[in-house]
C-alpha cells in the first residue's frame, strides 16, 4: 500500500525551472519503481521520467521521454521517502498536470500508465510564453 501526494507545481515563464516532488508513504517504498506522467487537456496522459533500483540495490536506473532529456532530472531519497523531478529550460509544450506514479514493477519501468499501481492527485504546471 503506497499513499502519494505530489507538490511544487505552479506557473512559470518559458526557460524557467520547477522543482516536483512526490512524498510516499508506506515502507515499501523501496520496492517500487516510481514515475512522472503528464497529462495536457485533451491529449493522453504520457509518460515523462520512471526510476527503479537495480536488484541488489547497488544502483538505480532513469529513464526519460525524449522530449525532456538534458532538461529534467529525476531523483529518488528512499530515507525521505520522497521522488523529485528537477525541471529546467521549460517550454510551453510542458504545461500539464503531473502525476507521481508507483508500480510493482521488480526491476524494471514502463511507460504505459497502466502498469502504476498507485496515483497522486496531481500538480498543475503552466509554461507561459
Known amino acids: 500500500q503506497v499513499q502519494l501526494v505530489e507538490s511544487g507545481g505552479g506557473l512559470v515563464q518559458a526557460g524557467g525551472s520547477l522543482r516536483l516532488s512526490c512524498a510516499a508513504s508506506g515502507r515499501t517504498f523501496r520496492s517500487y519503481t516510481m514515475g512522472w506522467f503528464r497529462q495536457a487537456p485533451g491529449k493522453e496522459r504520457e509518460f515523462v521520467a520512471a526510476i527503479n533500483w537495480s536488484g541488489s540495490n547497488t544502483y538505480y536506473s532513469t529513464y526519460y521521454e525524449d522530449s525532456v532529456k538534458g532538461r529534467f532530472t529525476i531523483s529518488r531519497d528512499n530515507a525521505k521517502d520522497t521522488m523529485y523531478l528537477q525541471m529546467n529550460s521549460l517550454k510551453p509544450e510542458d504545461t500539464a498536470v503531473y502525476y507521481c506514479?508507483?508500480?510493482?514493477?521488480?526491476?524494471?519501468?514502463?511507460?504505459?500508465?497502466?502498469?502504476?499501481?498507485?496515483w497522486g492527485q496531481g500538480t498543475q504546471v503552466t509554461v507561459s510564453s
Open positions: 506514479a508507483a508500480g510493482s514493477l521488480s526491476g524494471t519501468y514502463s511507460v504505459h500508465p497502466r502498469h502504476y499501481d498507485y
